[in-house]
T-cell receptor, first 114, second 116 residues
Framework: DSGVTQTPKHLITATGQRVTLRCSPRSGDLSVYWYQQSLDQGLQFLIQYYNGEERAKGNILERFSAQQFPDLHSELNLSSLELGDSALYFCASSPWTGATGELFFGEGSRLTVL | AQSVAQPEDQVNVAEGNPLTVKCTYS??????LFWYVQYPNRGLQFLLKYITGDNLVKGSYGFEAEFNKSQTSFHLKKPSALVSDSALYFCAVSQNYGGSQGNLIFGKGTKLSVKP
């Protein structure tokens, strides 16, 4: 158990809908990272937050947004969903700002868009 | 831009034999390199990392990796494979290391299959 909690574990929704994925980092970790894993794209970095502030942005679509709250949990909002958004979304946390140490991954939220 | 390549989609090994999972990287500056493992329906787990120092890095579950700067490689190795090592292995390189930004760029993964 990494200590990172993601909810929901599974989510099935329809095209055009909006969903919110939630992540609780390990106790004391200030950085939260979101990754998308799909068969064709592999593991893609979406966005990083550190202590409530956005710190790095990767291949995140404009339809997607994220935030980190004062209690350090984070939410990833996906809107106007398309079939291609079906993927496994991982949250990871670390105590650091830079990626020089290991990341601790949750077990992911599997999103299926029908 | 930093990138990492895993040239093999799958590696098949007999139990008890040594295993190697290959990784090459492209970075500007000194590389920070990582290996992670993903078991079915689980998140990624950290195995080992190279930041600086000895080229041979030892990690979890008996795995080790050798950093080779001239060949820009960071291959994962284990002297004697176990069936339980069967999983998806990811090599990663740190992007924008240091400062206030930081994330890992992952390779596409290599599926390791260890047969009894």
């Amino acid at each position: 158990d990494s200590g990172v909690t993601q909810t929901p574990k599974h989510l099935i929704t329809a095209t055009g809908q909006r969903v919110t994925l939630r992540c609780s980092p390990r106790s004391g970790d200030l950085s939260v990272y979101w990754y998308q894993q799909s068969l064709d794209q592999g593991l893609q970095f979406l966005i990083q937050y550190y202590n409530g502030e956005e710190r790095a942005k990767g291949n995140i679509l404009e339809r997607f947004s994220a935030q980190q709250f004062p209690d350090l949990h984070s939410e990833l909002n996906l809107s106007s969903l398309e079939l291609g958004d079906s993927a496994l979304y991982f949250c990871a946390s670390s105590p650091w700002t830079g990626a020089t140490g290991e990341l601790f991954f949750g077990e992911g939220s599997r999103l299926t868009v029908l | 831009a930093q990138s990492v390549a895993q040239p093999e989609d799958q590696v098949n090994v007999a139990e008890g034999n040594p295993l190697t999972v290959k990784c090459t990287y492209s970075v500007s500056g000194n590389p920070y390199l990582f290996w992670y493992v993903q078991y079915p329906n689980r998140g990624l787990q950290f195995l080992l990392k190279y930041i600086t120092g000895d080229n041979l890095v030892k990690g979890s579950y008996g795995f080790e990796a050798e950093f080779n700067k001239s060949q820009t490689s960071f291959h994962l190795k284990k002297p004697s494979a176990l069936v339980s090592d069967s999983a998806l292995y990811f090599c990663a390189v740190s992007q924008n290391y240091g400062g206030s930004q930081g994330n890992l760029i992952f390779g596409k993964g290599t599926k390791l299959s260890v047969k009894p």
